[in-house]
């Protein structure tokens, strides 16, 4: 459907016209509009309407002014909310709460400071206490 790009010219989002980054769900789209689809996908049901003639013109200026119109040019021009990947809250709590586990065990061990082996050949007049505060500083 769409090949690489010559020449170094920007790519065109097909959705609003701004700098599109790739191709989203099977359409060239800009970030913005990528996330409105993927955002908006399931507002189907709530059958969005437009406060005007569901004709607005969307551009990168306008399209924040009419979700019903936007969504319904997304599917004019053929993005696929099959590919949108589904997670489920469960699915992202218990990853979330896994990664925030592992995050606080990791903050609750802190390293024990080894002393220098140089403690057992000790010949200056350094004390145990000052031994170690030049370990910690010196390993630190």
Same mark, same amino acid.
């Given at each position: 459907?769409?090949?690489? #790009?010559?020449?170094? +010219?920007?790519?065109?989002?097909?959705v609003?016209?701004?700098?599109?980054?790739?191709?989203?769900?099977?359409v060239?789209?800009?970030?913005?509009?990528?996330?409105?689809?993927?955002?908006?996908?399931?507002?189907?049901?709530?059958?969005?309407?437009?406060?005007f003639?569901?004709?607005?013109?969307?551009?990168?200026?306008?399209?924040?002014?009419?979700?019903?119109?936007?969504l319904?040019?997304?599917?004019?021009?053929?993005?696929?909310?099959?590919?949108?990947?589904?997670?489920?809250?469960?699915?992202?709590?218990?990853?979330?709460?896994?990664?925030?586990?592992?995050?606080?065990?990791?903050?609750?061990?802190?390293?024990?400071?080894?002393?220098?082996? +140089? +403690?057992?050949?000790? #010949?200056?007049?350094?004390?145990?206490d000052e031994?170690?505060?030049?370990?910690?500083?010196?390993?630190?």
């Open positions: 459907m769409f090949t690489k #790009r010559t020449c170094g +010219l920007p790519l065109i989002c097909l609003c016209g701004d700098i599109a980054r790739g191709i989203n769900f099977d060239m789209t800009c970030m913005s509009c990528k996330v409105f689809f993927r955002r908006n996908i399931h507002k189907l049901n709530m059958k969005l309407q437009c406060k003639y569901n004709n607005c013109k969307i551009t990168k200026e306008t399209r924040s002014i009419c979700s019903a119109c936007r319904k040019k997304c599917f004019i021009l053929g993005m696929n909310p099959k590919l949108i990947r589904h997670w489920s809250y469960n699915q992202f709590k218990s990853k979330h709460e896994q990664f925030m586990m592992n995050t606080n065990q990791n903050n609750n061990q802190l390293p024990m400071p080894l002393t220098l082996s +140089l +403690l057992n050949n000790d #010949r200056s007049n350094l004390t145990i031994w170690n505060l030049l370990s910690n500083i010196i390993h630190g």
